[in-house]
Nanobody, 127 residues
Framework: QVQLIESGGGLVQAGDSVRLSCAAS????????MGWFRQAPGKERDTVAA????????YYTDTVKGRFTISRDNAKTTLYLQMDSVKPEDTAIYYC????????????????????WGQGTQVTVSS
């Protein structure tokens, strides 16, 4: 089992950049497909981006393509989300999640595909 702890959220202004981190414990991080998700008040949890265990394959939801970058450092067992040109509509609680897989290139796109979750970090973008 992998335990996940997010950090890096806070209050930022529209157009700013912010980087979220997700520190993972456990020995299986390099065999774990990872994703970032967000949930705004009154809305469902949506997928933001996802990355395969090897880091070779990624997925982004359309609203963040070209602005956000997901990456991982398996040696440091850490997942990142670089958020550039943030907008007020990016305001949400951001969660990281993981699912262990045998296949290094697998990317899971749906929140229901993931087995374990972090506690979330708030990102608030002011206009």
């Amino acid at each position: 089992q992998v335990q996940l702890i997010e950090s890096g959220g806070g209050l930022v202004q529209a157009g700013d950049s912010v980087r979220l981190s997700c520190a993972a414990s456990g020995r299986t991080f390099s065999r774990t497909s990872m994703g970032w998700f967000r949930q705004a008040p009154g809305k469902e949890r949506d997928t933001v981006a996802a990355v395969s265990p090897s880091g070779s394959n990624t997925y982004y939801t359309d609203t963040v393509k070209g602005r956000f970058t997901i990456s991982r450092d398996n040696a440091k067992t850490t997942l990142y989300l670089q958020m550039d040109s943030v907008k007020p509509e990016d305001t949400a609680i951001y969660y990281c999640a993981g699912r262990t897989t045998l296949y290094s290139g697998t990317v899971y796109r749906r929140p229901d595909d993931y087995d374990f979750w972090g506690q979330g970090t708030q990102v608030t973008v002011s206009s």
